[in-house]
Structures are given as structure tokens and as C-alpha cells.
């Protein structure tokens, strides 16, 4: 993604409240980064998402295995880089509707208009709790470079897009069908 540093934190700061506010990540949940260039853009381990400062976003490389500072969250967020050329920034969520329907489910078939013509099926990737950052990873990427989003079992969501918006409007959708999905299912046992 483009334009200058500041602007884009401050883009990042606005996603990052709507998140929040929405209720899809909890005060210390999550993590976003943007790809610019050869580089990568993404927030520091121990800063919460809500709210933060410039200095909690560093740059580097993408190349690089590691980079002070970052959790081990950004080999998550370079390989969906390395392996899904059409994502420009990357948000990771705990949309609570998704992550409880992932518990059960393989994937999502929406049932509502707007989940049909967006995302008619939202893909579950199955990790062992144990061994998540290693099997998100690997698995992961696959997934999303057929899918703009994909939920992580009992974990959360990932989603890319061209901008920043795009990964918001999916990972905001995703919460929303799952409601609806989860209201249907509900209504009809019980009707
Ligand atoms: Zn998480």
C-alpha cells in the first residue's frame, strides 16, 4: 500500500477502533499489518489495537525471519505476504459469532442475500491448540489465497484485501452472516 507512514497508521488507528467498537477484537486481541513494497508494516508485540501510537508500528523487510519488537504473529502475516500476491494488508479479529459456529462447522455456507454474493462460503482451517502458530502458517495461506477471509478454529479470523477497508469489510461481514447463520439455526429448532 502506498501513501506516507503517518497517514497510513492513522488509517490504521480508524480500522483498528471500528474493530473494537464493534466488538470483534477484545482489548488486547488481534493485529493488523499492510504490505508496502518490499516491506511489511505491523504493530509491535504488547501494543493494544484500540489505541496506539506511531512508535507502536515498526517496518522492516519482508524478508526477515524475525524483527525486534514483533511477536511471532508477523510469520503469520509475511507468509500470507509471500504466498497471497494479491494481499495488501492482512487484520486478524476474534469475531465472537464465527469463532463459536468455527467450533462445529468445516466451513460457513451463508444464508442470508448479502453473505451469497459476497462470501458464500467462509472456510474453517482446523489447528490443534497446541501447535497453532505453526499450523496457521502453514495452512493458512492456502486457504486465503482462494478466499479473502478464513476463520481459525476456536481462534479467529484472518482476512486480506487491496486496502485496509477491503480486509475491514471482510472480517466486519463475516461476524455479521455468522449472526445471521446462527439466528436461522437457532429460530428453526426452536419455531
Ligand atoms: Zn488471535
Same mark, same amino acid.
Not at 1 to 18: E, H, N, P, Y
Not at 20 to 26: A, C, E, H, M, P
Not at 88 to 94: D, E, I, K, S
Not at 96 to 110: D, Q, R
Given at each position: 500500500?502506498?501513501?506516507?507512514?503517518?497517514?497510513?497508521?492513522?488509517?490504521?488507528?480508524?480500522?483498528?477502533?471500528?474493530l473494537?467498537?464493534?466488538?470483534?477484537?477484545?482489548s488486547?486481541?488481534?493485529n493488523?499489518?499492510?504490505?508496502?513494497?518490499?516491506?511489511?508494516?505491523?504493530?509491535?508485540?504488547?501494543?493494544?489495537?484500540?489505541?496506539?501510537? /506511531?512508535?507502536?508500528?515498526? !517496518?522492516?523487510?519482508?524478508?526477515?525471519?524475525?524483527? *525486534?519488537? @514483533? =511477536?511471532?504473529d #508477523?510469520? %503469520?502475516?509475511?507468509k500470507?505476504?509471500?504466498?497471497?500476491?494479491?494481499a495488501?494488508?492482512?487484520?486478524?479479529?476474534?469475531p465472537?459469532?464465527?469463532?463459536?459456529?468455527?467450533?462445529?462447522?468445516?466451513?460457513? /455456507?451463508?444464508v442470508?442475500? !448479502?453473505?451469497?454474493?459476497?462470501?458464500?462460503?467462509? *472456510?474453517? @482451517? =482446523?489447528?490443534? #491448540?497446541k %501447535?497453532?502458530?505453526?499450523?496457521?502458517?502453514?495452512?493458512?495461506?492456502?486457504?486465503?489465497?482462494?478466499?479473502?477471509?478464513a476463520?481459525?478454529r476456536g481462534?479467529?479470523?484472518?482476512a486480506?484485501?487491496k486496502?485496509?477497508?477491503?480486509?475491514?469489510?471482510?472480517?466486519?461481514?463475516?461476524?455479521?452472516?455468522?449472526?445471521?447463520?446462527?439466528?436461522?439455526?437457532?429460530?428453526?429448532?426452536?419455531?
Open positions: 500500500m502506498g501513501g506516507s507512514r503517518a497517514g497510513l497508521i492513522s488509517k490504521i488507528q480508524t480500522v483498528c477502533r471500528d473494537f467498537l464493534s466488538g470483534l477484537i477484545d488486547h486481541s488481534g493488523v499489518s499492510v504490505r508496502r513494497g518490499k516491506n511489511i508494516l505491523i504493530k509491535k508485540t504488547g501494543a493494544q489495537l484500540r489505541h496506539f501510537s /506511531k512508535s507502536d508500528f515498526v !517496518e522492516f523487510p519482508l524478508k526477515a525471519l524475525s524483527h *525486534p519488537g @514483533v =511477536s511471532s #508477523y510469520l %503469520t502475516h509475511r500470507i505476504y509471500l504466498e497471497v500476491p494479491q495488501q494488508a492482512v487484520l486478524h479479529a476474534h465472537p459469532t464465527a469463532v463459536a459456529l468455527s467450533l462445529f462447522l468445516n466451513e460457513i /455456507k451463508t442470508d442475500l !448479502e453473505g451469497h454474493y459476497y462470501l458464500p462460503c467462509i *472456510p474453517v @482451517v =482446523s489447528v490443534n #491448540y %501447535t497453532y502458530a505453526e499450523e496457521t502458517r502453514r495452512k493458512l495461506p492456502e486457504v486465503l489465497r482462494k478466499y479473502p477471509v476463520i481459525v481462534h479467529g479470523t484472518f486480506h484485501g486496502d485496509l477497508d477491503e480486509a475491514l469489510q471482510w472480517t466486519t461481514l463475516v461476524e455479521q452472516v455468522s449472526k445471521i447463520y446462527f439466528l436461522s439455526r437457532l429460530y428453526k429448532k426452536i419455531s
